[in-house]
């Protein structure tokens, strides 16, 4: 993509509206994300792998563009981003949304599912975010959001691809922040914890099949637990989405936003366990050096 000189008149700095470009916006929380957008006198570039169902969830609106968009194929990011600066001149936020759930032990999760999930929740908000810099850059202005997860803050049993590609993802997102900041742009990483949102359901969620007698009693508690919690979560998307409409009005978005007092929660443990780890070896850390150093 050739880095694009946009308009005067369609500059955010002067409307007020900004352009948002959402992943995975067909159900669930980008569906949420999208709407709010909207709501709030945003124009939307809703994107999906389907992108009759991305219209079907969030019905028509002049400010709304539905492109077609699989974000484990660059050339599909690429084109996405060209149909969102053709139809409305720039693009202000990027939502990285888009995302699955493969679940299980993980020698019981198969290489290629494991690779599928870093495909989709890593690989795919890079991909995105490749395209759109460009288009960011020459404006000097825009910022990224990378729909993360508690999971990418703290693992867990059952979590070792989803962490994995969370993980990931995190550390990019931080590494990329200063790399991008001297033009204008942001980064943020959102942590949810638990929100009713679609990630449990079948159409999300794939369990790894349980074939080691060794794991086969926690499987079958783990799945029915987390089978179970579908549909019981505590967090509301729907008020995510507003708060991220105004944590994206900020002048400087935080690098990290902790969703839910479920989150702010991990965030609290994480940071104790890490300081923690740091003391309970401080004297054996600290004498590592050459005697000459």
């Known amino acids: 993509m050739t880095e694009q000189n946009t308009t005067t008149d369609r500059n955010e700095s002067t409307t007020g509206k900004k352009v948002w470009f959402i992943t995975g916006a067909g ?44 974000v484990t194929d660059p050339a599909d ?19 990285n949304n888009a995302g699955n759930f493969y679940a299980g032990f993980f ?28 288009v960011l850059r020459a404006q000097r202005s825009g910022l990224v959001v990378i729909i993360s997860s508690t999971a990418g803050l703290a693992g867990g049993e059952f979590l070792t691809a989803y962490a994995a590609s969370k993980f990931g993802i995190e550390g990019w997102a931080e590494s990329l922040a200063p790399e991008v900041a001297p033009f204008g742009i942001r980064t943020m990483i959102v942590e949810p914890g638990f ?24 499987n079958r508690q783990t799945v029915t637990a987390w089978q179970g919690m579908d549909g019981q979560q505590g967090g509301d998307p729907a008020k995510l989405a507003k708060a991220l409409i105004d944590l994206a009005d900020m002048e400087e978005p935080p ?16 940071a104790k366990q890490l300081q ?18």
Do not use: C, W
Request: glycine residues 6%.
């Open 195 to 218: 929100f009713r949102t679609e990630l449990l359901t079948p159409e999300s969620t794939s369990y790894a099949e349980s074939t080691i007698e060794d794991y086969a009693e926690r």
């Open 255 to 270: 690098l990290r936003f902790a969703a839910g007092a479920d989150a702010v929660g991990v965030f609290e443990t994480k």
């Open 107 to 134: 020698e019981e999760i198969t290489p290629a599912d494991f690779r599928n999930q870093i495909e989709t929740t890593m690989f795919g908000p890079m991909n995105v975010t490749r395209a759109a810099l460009p």
């Open 27 to 70: 159900r669930g929380m980008g569906t949420d994300i999208a709407k709010a957008a909207l709501a709030a006198g945003h124009a939307v570039v809703a994107t999906g792998r389907n992108p009759e169902k991305v219209t079907q969830a969030l019905g028509g609106n002049e400010n709304l563009l539905a492109v077609k968009l699989d």
């Open 77 to 95: 990011a690429t084109a996405a981003i060209q149909a969102a600066v053709d139809r409305f001149g720039r693009i202000d936020v990027v939502v």
């Open 276 to 293: 923690d780890q740091a003391d309970a070896h401080r004297k054996l850390s600290s004498n590592l050096a050459h005697d000459d150093a």
